[in-house]
């Protein structure tokens, strides 16, 4: 294993906490609240986050204790390097890639989506259909540029797109805000009625997207050779932007839960948005322009979460690289800008291809990366569990109590979120599309593992 140390360390605490929470907030919880609260209905809906959030928060402090002993760029892949060796660490780093590219291919296409809503003749004309999916010639242009621009961002060093990312953030907050205050002001309880949804599928399927819209506060471990800040203070801060998100996603469903009926969230087009519009429309008699700021906010939550991801992935790439796992280029750093350039420009690229294919393709290649990162997970605490008991002994600048308690619930809990993935579960990945995306990412990885296993053996003869 060989490391570096040719990062620029210029990121501070308001950054951290912008990058990690600007990446789990996303665009859904203006796309998509209104389908869960259909599904589970408000308190369901908040239960599911309660839960599923329960479960990334445990599996949030193994990360803290871990990142705060070993910050390095790369996260995971050193963590489970240390603890179980190259080819498991290989499994797990390769399907955490997997995962922070699909994300960079959705919101080029989730971005033209968002501003639609605003701007309608953004779509100018469809240049061909993708399994049931239009491809318009306005949203390739949109999705395309803004791929560019972010790819660019961060190719200019960390400390431009951490910027960018706090003010962005920033917005979004203050767009929640405005949501929030609504509903306190003029929300309705009886609104929100039933509270749970008619059977347990819709709880079960709003709690198995939890893992990938809290995928996000990993992006802190990439990019931990970059922070500076004494490593258990890296530690805590990602415990709080957990907690952070899981927070705001609650608020939300409880805020659009009280402002618009069981009829209207069914059939809003953007729930989120809608009620703000409404709650504000209540109380001051005209809120289209609380529906705008929310919609604007979404905006933000897409750049933020591609930014980020467009961090965690090129630092993933720069790990594998740097142990021989992928070609040696992926771990250059740009001599003015510290970045690893290689992998910004491959995903970037990557990105701007993505809004070609349409949403249907991208839609599976989301849902299977929400797998991807939750095996991640699972091999994340188990090095946890191991490297407490094979190394107790090591320095642990953020130590968590009771590790067994939190080390073996988050393993439980990974699993059980594992396991709503496979066919037995209501909730399942669609078969051949979606469990087709991770045979094939997989078999990639297995050449990549057989090539350096081989070069390794060919390296150590005599």
Same mark, same amino acid.
């Given at each position: ?8 360390k ?19 919880w ?6 869960w ?5 408000t ?10 959030g ?12 871990l ?7 790369g ?6 390097l240390?603890a ?9 780093t390769?399907a ?27 779509r100018?004309g469809t240049?061909?259909h ?9 949203f ?11 790819c ?15 003010i ?6 203050v767009?929640?805000i405005?949501l929030?205050s ?13 509270w749970?949804?008619?059977s ?13 819209l ?7 471990p990439?990019s ?16 709080i932007?957990?907690f ?20 209207a ?7 989120? %948005?809608e009620a703000a519009g409404a709650?504000? &429309?209540? =109380? @001051?008699?005209?809120?289209? +322009?609380? /529906?705008t *700021? ?12 591609w930014n980020?991801?467009?961090v ?10 740097n ?6 280029i992926f771990?250059?750093l ?6 690893p ?6 995903i ?12 249907t ?7 299977s ?9 699972l ?23 009771h ?10 809990l990974a699993?059980?979120l594992? %396991? ?6 209501d &909730?399942? =990945? @669609?078969?051949?599309?979606? +469990?087709? /995306?991770? *045979? ?7 050449l990549?593992l ?13």
């Amino acid at each position: 294993m060989t490391t570096s140390t040719q990062f620029a360390k210029v990121l501070k605490r308001r950054e951290v906490i912008s990058l990690s929470f600007g990446a789990m907030i996303g665009w859904s919880w203006v796309l998509m609240t209104g389908v869960w609260i259909s599904e589970a209905g408000t308190l369901g809906t908040a239960l599911a986050f309660a839960i599923g959030g329960l479960a990334i928060a445990l599996i949030g402090l193994t990360y803290s204790e871990l990142v705060a002993a070993m910050p390095q760029a790369g996260g995971e892949h050193h963590y489970t390097l240390r603890a179980l060796g190259p080819n498991w660490s290989f499994v797990c780093t390769w399907a955490l890639l997997f995962s922070y590219i699909n994300v960079c291919l959705f919101e080029a296409v989730a971005l033209p989506t968002a501003v639609e809503y605003l701007f309608p003749e953004i779509r100018i004309g469809t240049l061909w259909h993708v399994l049931g999916s239009d491809v318009d010639t306005g949203f390739v242009i949109l999705g395309s540029s803004a791929a560019i621009a972010v790819c660019w961002l961060n190719y200019i060093g960390i400390r431009n797109a951490a910027m960018v990312q706090t003010i962005v953030t920033a917005v979004i907050v203050v767009s929640g805000i405005l949501l929030f205050s609504g509903a306190a002001l003029g929300g309705q309880a009886d609104n929100a009625e039933p509270w749970f949804g008619p059977s347990s599928t819709g709880f079960l399927s709003v709690m198995i997207m939890v893992p990938a819209l809290l995928i996000g506060f990993d992006v802190i471990p990439q990019s931990a050779e970059e922070i500076n800040l004494p490593p258990q203070q890296i530690g805590r801060l990602l415990v709080i932007s957990v907690f952070c998100a899981v927070g705001w996603y609650i608020l939300i469903t409880l805020s659009v839960g009280t402002g618009l009926t069981q009829e209207a969230t069914a059939s809003s087009s953007m729930a989120t %948005a809608e009620a703000a519009g409404a709650l504000w &429309s209540g =109380l @001051i008699g005209n809120g289209n +322009w609380a /529906t705008t *700021v929310l919609v604007v906010g979404g905006i933000g939550g897409i750049l933020t979460s591609w930014n980020a991801f467009v961090v965690g992935g090129s630092r993933v790439l720069f790990a594998l690289a740097n142990d021989g796992y992928v070609p040696k280029i992926f771990a250059s750093l740009h001599p003015k800008y510290q970045t690893p350039y290689v992998g910004i420009l491959t995903i970037g690229v990557l990105s701007a291809i993505a809004p070609l294919f349409g949403k249907t393709i991208l839609v599976w290649l989301i849902n299977s990366g929400s797998f991807a990162v939750t095996v991640a997970f699972l091999f994340v605490t188990i090095s946890f569990l191991v490297l407490r008991k094979t190394e107790p002994e090591m320095p642990r600048p953020f130590r968590v109590s009771h590790p067994n308690l939190v080390g073996y619930g988050a393993l439980i809990l990974a699993l059980g979120l594992l %396991a709503a993935f496979f066919p037995w579960s209501d &909730s399942a =990945l @669609i078969w051949p599309e979606e +469990w087709m /995306t991770i *045979v094939c990412w997989s078999l990639l990885g297995a050449l990549l593992l057989f090539r350096y296993q081989r070069r390794d053996k060919l390296d150590s003869q005599p």
